[in-house]
């Protein structure tokens, strides 16, 4: 961002971005004036909470860390199946031929499977480092898919708020895939937060 001469900015991240957002505000506090994350707790949150309910419900976390190939040639064989597990079909949002065309891709495949590496490795070493000694200054919206796993789980605003210094919440009717699923009630929360 300095590169393009913005030396302070509002950032929004879903899943993964999101998390690369929230480290952003930590480690960059003068640059982030405001952010936004989507469908998410921190990484470190996550994990430290881990039971058996979300073995089972994310499994996933766990597969995707394994070493490579493993995980990558187990996806491979049905990339579709695997990422479209819950039944999502293409009415349910309009990048779904997106996703279908990276869900096939190799490098993609590893990609995603890389990401999950660092979730339990060095993200989670990081939030365990900063847990407590360090918090987001800037005003944090967080948001949520009222159909999706955050609210049957966590109390997201109350663990932001372990992170944050001003926190607010807004749960929208949707999945996981909050701007797929519900671009313009995604894109109004976000334009009231950062207007």
């Known amino acids: 961002m300095a590169r393009f001469e913005y030396e ?41 909470r881990a039971d ?18 493993l995980p990558e040639r187990m996806i491979s064989a049905d990339p579709i199946a695997f990422l479209f597990r819950h039944g999502q079909g293409a009415s349910d949002f309009e990048a779904y031929e997106d996703y279908l065309q990276n869900a096939r891709d190799p490098a993609a495949i590893h990609a995603m ?20 000694t360090r918090k987001i200054g800037c005003p944090t919206l967080v948001m949520w898919g009222n159909k999706g796993v955050i609210p049957k789980w966590y109390d997201a605003v109350s663990i932001w708020k372990e992170w944050a210094s001003d926190v607010r919440g807004e749960e929208i009717d949707s999945g996981h895939m909050l701007a797929e699923e519900a671009p313009d009630a995604t894109y109004e929360a976000l334009r009231k937060f950062f207007g």
């Open 113 to 132: 499977c890389e990401d999950y590496r660092a979730a339990v490795s060095v993200d989670f070493q990081q939030d365990q480092a900063d847990r407590g």
């Open 8 to 48: 302070k900015f509002f950032v929004a991240g879903h899943d993964r971005g999101g998390r690369c957002a929230y480290r952003l505000a930590i480690d960059s506090p003068a640059a982030v004036s405001k952010l936004a994350v989507l469908d998410i707790v921190p990484t470190g949150d996550t994990l430290r």
């Open 52 to 69: 058996w309910r979300f073995g089972m419900g994310y499994w996933h976390w766990f597969f995707l860390a394994q070493a490579h190939p």
